[in-house]
């Protein structure tokens, strides 16, 4: 059975950090895709930033540069390090595992965590 524990959210002033973490179980880590996605109030659901198997990785253009995704196979972690935030990132973030053709197209993932939330005051 696919599980997920996420955490790291919490409320920060803009300029500030936080950093996700997502503890995933119940499927083999290594062979699929993750990505962290997020969704602000009344607006759909968006990639933030996703790896796939092969290591590449793709990134939100709003959060480029500021934004880093890594992976612990080991630890079976997936994170993801978020600098100089902004307002617009406010939402509940969630990280998500799957075999899409697209990795930040959320409709194409079939597993998720429960969310955490991300809140960024001006």
């Known amino acids: 059975q696919v599980h997920f524990v996420e955490s790291g959210g919490g409320s920060v002033q803009a300029g500030g950090s936080l950093r996700l973490s997502c503890t995933a179980s119940?499927?083999?880590?290594?062979?699929?895709?993750m990505g962290w996605f997020r969704q602000a109030p009344g607006k759909e659901r968006e990639g933030v930033a996703a790896l796939d198997t092969w290591g590449i990785i793709r990134y939100l253009d709003s959060v480029k540069g500021r934004f880093t995704i890594s992976q612990d196979n080991s630890m079976r972690t997936l994170n993801l390090q978020m600098n100089r935030l902004k307002p617009e990132d406010t939402g509940i973030y969630y990280c998500a595992a799957g075999h899409p053709n697209l990795v930040l197209d959320y409709r194409q993932y079939t597993n998720w965590g429960q969310g955490t939330q991300v809140t960024v005051s001006s």
């Open positions: 119940g499927f083999t880590f290594e062979d699929t895709d």
